[in-house]
């Protein structure tokens, strides 16, 4: 089997496969922290937004064009990276990388303006992209489309942690030091995971695997991606999952706390259940995909995600049920979304073995694409009441579904088809 001869610091082939098929704690956790970059990074130094205004001076947005651009920095910066790491392999730009965003880190804290503090944001995105992309080309590199679904929920389970705890950290740092110190953390936490990645993560992606074409022919690489059908095909549900969770955070604050009048420890709570949600269902994943075929999982829970998502307009413009009502069918929606991502990742990332790296570039950036654009409609059209919301969700369901069961049906068609070809006998 491939798989047998992917982890190569292994001293034998035996080691390897073992390590293959039953993958360690630290290397699932260590991919997870990896893939954390983006989350510690967006969600650790909000706590500290007023104090660096005040500090720097900041007028007008500009303190949110350090959020913004360090968004950016992620987006571009997963589009440059995986092709890199298809020709160079996985450990080099992650160690770069980690290096980078420490010193982009150290080079925050040290900001004595706003134009300063933005320009190394975008230059923390950058680095960081490195680890989100690398960690979701690695588990590729690794496994086959079913592992890789169960790992891809796991990493869930670690990546979902970061955000819920990390403002919580920011701004504990922010009481036993000032701001600068969350950026001293991010730092450490960047040279932690470079040395993990030094001492303890194999190459997956060895020299006979890697591709020879030059740095120049990434934009090729990536058109020849966006019109393949099979990546589109399953990049777009994955997308417009992250686009639902994108719509509902944008508007759960004022939604939960100004329309519904929940006070701040209460929207805490059910911002928390929410998230737990999605995470245990990812974890449930894991073992479905022990007993059921990935490609069932995403259609059966296609189905329902659409079920619950249409059902929001209807409680949102008739009110019935109340809060209850329409908290539990987003708590159905975001379930149901935690067993998308996995199983739809994986069937993305299946096709390219030896592109692992752009294809999970790209991935990621048409997921921040379609993230944004869902966070700037439910801003855009905001009234005050769960409508926006709700309908958002509603449209990145339907979309979803329809093409996960058109690319479905084709891939059906194409398998019978060539069982038949299989069966015919030859003249």
């Known amino acids: 089997m491939a798989s047998d001869q992917i982890l190569t610091i292994s001293?034998?082939?035996?080691?390897?496969?073992?390590?293959?098929?039953?993958?360690?704690?630290?290397?699932?956790?260590?991919?997870?922290?990896?893939?954390?970059?983006?989350?510690?990074?967006?969600?650790?130094?909000?706590?500290?937004?007023?104090?660096?205004?005040?500090?720097?001076?900041?007028?007008?947005?500009?303190?949110?064009?350090?959020?913004?651009?360090?968004?950016?920095?992620?987006?571009?910066?997963?589009?440059?990276?995986?092709?890199?790491?298809?020709?160079?392999?996985?450990?080099?730009?992650?160690?770069?990388?980690?290096a980078a965003f420490a010193l982009a880190s150290v080079?925050?804290?040290?900001?004595?303006?706003?134009?300063?503090?933005?320009?190394?944001?975008?230059?923390?995105?950058?680095?960081?992209?490195?680890?989100?992309?690398?960690?979701?080309?690695?588990v590729r590199d690794s496994f086959e489309e079913a592992d890789s679904s169960r790992i891809y929920s796991m990493l869930m389970l670690v990546i979902g942690?970061?955000?819920?705890?990390?403002?919580?950290?920011?701004?504990?740092?922010?009481?036993?030091?000032s701001w600068g110190s969350i950026f001293w953390a991010l730092a450490g936490f960047a040279c932690l995971c470079g040395i993990a990645v030094a001492v303890d993560l194999p190459e997956t992606h060895p020299p006979s695997r890697r591709t020879r074409d030059s740095l120049c022919s990434i934009g090729r690489r990536y058109a020849s991606m966006i019109v393949d059908r099979k990546f589109v095909g399953y990049a777009a549900p994955v997308s417009l999952a992250?686009?639902?969770?994108?719509a509902y955070v944008a508007s759960a604050p004022s939604l939960f706390m100004q329309f519904y009048g929940l006070s701040p420890a209460a929207?805490?709570?059910?911002?928390?259940?929410?998230?737990?949600?999605?995470?245990?269902?990812?974890?449930?994943?894991?073992?479905?995909t022990r007993h059921y075929d990935t490609h069932s999982i995403l259609r059966a829970a296609s189905i329902g995600n659409l079920v619950a998502a249409l059902l929001l307009p209807v409680l949102a413009w008739t009110g019935i049920g109340g809060f209850p009502a329409f908290f539990a069918d987003i708590f159905l929606c975001l379930m149901t979304?935690?067993?998308?991502?996995?199983?739809?990742?994986?069937?993305?990332?299946?096709?390219?073995?030896?592109?692992?790296?752009?294809?999970?570039?790209?991935?990621g950036m048409l997921q921040f694409t379609v993230g944004a654009a869902t966070g700037a409609i439910v801003?855009?059209?905001?009234?005050?009441?769960?409508?926006?919301?709700?309908?958002?969700?509603?449209g990145c369901a339907a979309t979803s579904t329809l093409i996960t069961i058109i690319v479905e049906r084709r891939n059906s068609a194409a398998e019978n088809r060539a069982v038949q070809l299989l069966g015919q006998p030859a003249e």
């Not at 992250?242 to 994108?246: D, E």
């Not at 929207?267 to 479905?288: D, E, H, K, P």
């Not at 979304?337 to 991935?363: D, E, K, R, W, Y």
């Not at 801003?379 to 509603?394: E, K, Q, S, V, Y």
Request: contains cysteine; charged residues 10%; proline residues 6%.
């Open 379 to 394: 801003g855009i059209f905001h009234d005050g009441t769960n409508r926006p919301m709700a309908l958002t969700i509603a």
């Open 267 to 288: 929207f805490s709570l059910l911002f928390a259940s929410n998230a737990i949600g999605l995470i245990g269902a990812a974890q449930v994943n894991r073992w479905l």
């Open 337 to 363: 979304v935690g067993l998308i991502l996995p199983n739809a990742t994986a069937a993305v990332m299946a096709p390219f073995p030896h592109q692992a790296g752009a294809a999970s570039a790209l991935l």
């Open 107 to 138: 080079t925050c804290a040290f900001a004595r303006s706003i134009e300063s503090l933005i320009l190394a944001r975008f230059v923390m995105g950058l680095a960081g992209a490195t680890g989100m992309v690398i960690a979701r080309a690695i």
């Open 11 to 98: 001293p034998t082939q035996g080691e390897t496969a073992a390590r293959a098929a039953s993958p360690g704690l630290r290397f699932i956790i260590l991919l997870g922290l990896l893939d954390a970059f983006g989350p510690l990074g967006i969600d650790m130094y909000l706590p500290a937004f007023p104090q660096i205004e005040r500090d720097l001076k900041a007028q007008g947005g500009a303190m949110q064009l350090t959020l913004s651009f360090f968004l950016a920095g992620l987006a571009i910066g997963q589009l440059i990276c995986g092709p890199i790491s298809d020709r160079l392999g996985r450990r080099k730009p992650l160690l770069w990388g980690c």
């Open 161 to 177: 942690i970061a955000p819920v705890l990390a403002p919580s950290v920011g701004g504990w740092l922010m009481r036993v030091g």
């Open 242 to 246: 992250l686009g639902l969770i994108f």
